[in-house]
């Protein structure tokens, strides 16, 4: 059962991506009926961020407080709804209104993943669950360059905002299907790797205790900073990549989405590698600290050829060296997402997850704003893939000056 709930949850984030994603796939055909700057263009995506930023929050909390069951389904209907909604815009302002609820709901997604895999999961399984589950976003931005343009060509950019949305509610019918909570572990099952082996809550512990002792770890912290860092690529990457290709090799909708599906594949296989990877090391004798700082530091070396993307003329070896910083990308953030549901107990994971998300959300907005204004004034990507290149190394050194030894900070968290 907890494959399928896995599969469940791999589906959600696929949902997701592909929603959130819609409105770079339509730029062109957007902008060319409502006639956006590129100033306005980098609102809609400022907005979006924003809006997950506030979201973020108080997501993880309530998560943590009111289940993940009836937390998921919330979100998910409510994102789906606003993805719908996104049909009966007229103009700019209702995009804004449809984008603010849209991120909000799906703030929900990778708190409540992440929750997922520590409440139904083994600790031996999860780092692999982690790894499925991050493959999912790029699974979600792989089939929307490529289903979208389809359906808005052949019936319009509004049908495919319903057909998208509409999807959600299937997802809901099953999600519902499934038992409330886990089973519970056999006779002989081992404590230590029970997916549901947490030590049981302290009487008299309020919630704003338990949140000052999450803000005075040093894991968190190292977290959050490292996060933070990283997801400013991954937003620049998701929403400006489509106008990229755009403006510099005059790809329009359609011819476009092959690039991109590729661009997005090999972000999954860096999802998917990044969980692999660690695990082969730890078999091979490596500790949990080594192999997974390691890894991280592969990652981060094979984003700094980026700015070299800048200096060709043919497409597709920009497709190659975007679409390596997105596998850099997907392999690092998943050997964080990792890290968090190692470090930290089930009923706190949410928690954790959603505070690297509002500041990964913030920063996110603060590169779209500023890609905006570049490419207004100064008409290059440059500043932003320079950017991009070097925070991987800043982040993976930050982490490691909070949290020196990720073996020992496990025993503490």
Not at 246 to 257: N, P
Request: hydrophobic content about 55%.
């Amino acid at each position: 059962m907890r494959w399928v709930v896995l599969a469940l949850v791999f589906l959600a984030g696929t949902l997701n991506y592909i929603d959130r994603q819609m409105i770079a796939i339509l730029k062109p055909m957007l902008q060319g009926q409502f006639g956006w700057s590129d100033l306005e263009y980098a609102h809609l995506g400022t907005i979006f961020q924003f809006s997950a930023a506030v979201a973020y929050v108080g997501i993880g909390a309530l998560l943590d407080r009111v289940g993940l069951r009836r937390g998921y389904t919330a979100g998910v209907g409510l994102w789906s709804a606003a993805c719908m909604a996104h049909a009966a815009a007229l103009k700019l302002g209702h995009f804004l209104v449809a984008r603010v609820v849209l991120a909000a709901a799906e703030a929900v997604q990778t708190p409540a993943s992440m929750k997922a895999i520590a409440e139904w999961f083994p600790v031996h399984r999860q780092t692999l669950a982690v790894g499925i589950v991050n493959t999912s976003s790029n699974i979600g931005a792989i089939l929307a360059p490529v289903l979208v343009p389809a359906v808005a060509l052949a019936w319009g950019w509004r049908p495919a905002f319903l057909l998208t949305g509409g999807l959600g509610f299937v997802w809901l019918a099953a999600w519902l299907a499934l038992p409330a909570t886990p089973p519970a572990p056999g006779p002989h099952a081992d404590a230590a790797t029970s997916p549901s082996a947490e030590a049981p809550p302290v009487p008299g512990r309020d919630p704003a205790s338990r949140w000052s002792n999450l803000l005075r770890s040093r894991a968190t912290w190292g977290l959050v900073v490292a996060k933070s860092l990283t997801d400013l690529v991954w937003w620049f990457l998701l929403f400006w990549a489509p106008d990229f290709l755009h403006r510099t090799y005059h790809l329009d909708m359609k011819q476009a989405g092959l690039p991109l599906a590729v661009i997005y594949g090999l972000a999954a296989l860096g999802a998917f590698g990044g969980g692999v990877l660690p695990t082969a090391l730890m078999r091979r004798g490596w500790s949990g600290n080594v192999a997974r700082k390691g890894s991280m530091l592969l990652y981060a070396c094979l984003i700094t050829p980026l700015p070299l993307v800048l200096q060709s003329h043919d497409p597709w070896v920009a497709v190659g060296f975007i679409g390596m910083a997105l596998f850099a990308h997907q392999g690092f953030s998943t050997n964080l997402f990792a890290t968090a549901v190692e470090l930290f107990r089930a009923r706190r994971v949410a928690s954790v997850i959603s505070l690297g998300a509002l500041s990964g959300n913030f920063c996110g907005m603060a590169m779209l704003e500023f890609t905006g204004w570049v490419l207004t004034h100064h008409h290059t990507y440059m500043p932003m893939f320079a950017i991009s290149a070097t925070v991987y190394l800043v982040a993976l050194m930050v982490l490691h000056l909070l949290v020196p030894d990720l073996d020992r900070a496990r025993l503490f968290s």
